[in-house]
């Protein structure tokens, strides 16, 4: 069983910066496939990023490709989200998402463990 922790959300000012982290525990993560979703509220959880197990592939969100980046430390069981350039539209409930593959999925479905989900509200 993997316990999933996200933390590193706020309140920033279009243009502004964030980093979020998502701490995993209870298992290694370093065989899985990790990502990051987010759901605004009213809306339905949409895919952010995602990170292959030893880090050579990345895939981003139309959306956020260019301004965020993902990274992971599987040393230290970390995931790291960096957002730049935040838009009010990025506001939403950020969650750190796990899953027992190789393959990258870009729907939350396929996704084993989830994270209780960190808030970024980015003000215009």
């Known amino acids: 069983q993997v316990q999933l922790v996200e933390s590193g959300g706020g309140l920033v000012q279009a243009g502004g910066s964030l980093r979020l982290s998502c701490a995993a525990s209870?298992?290694?993560?370093?065989?899985?496939?990790m990502a990051w979703f987010r759901q605004a509220e009213g809306k339905e959880r949409e895919f952010v990023a995602a990170?292959?197990?030893?880090?050579?592939?990345?895939y981003y969100a139309e959306s956020v490709n260019g301004r965020f980046t993902i990274s992971r430390d599987n040393a230290k069981n970390t995931v790291l989200l960096q957002m730049n350039t935040l838009k009010p539209e990025d506001t939403a409930v950020y969650y750190c998402?796990?899953?027992?593959?190789?393959?990258?999925?870009?729907?939350?479905?396929?996704?084993?463990?989830w994270g209780q989900g960190t808030q970024v509200t980015v003000s215009s």
């Open positions: 990170i292959s197990w030893n880090s050579d592939r990345t």
């Open positions: 998402a796990a899953r027992d593959n190789i393959n990258i999925n870009i729907l939350p479905d396929p996704y084993d463990y």
């Open positions: 209870g298992h290694t993560i370093s065989a899985y496939v």
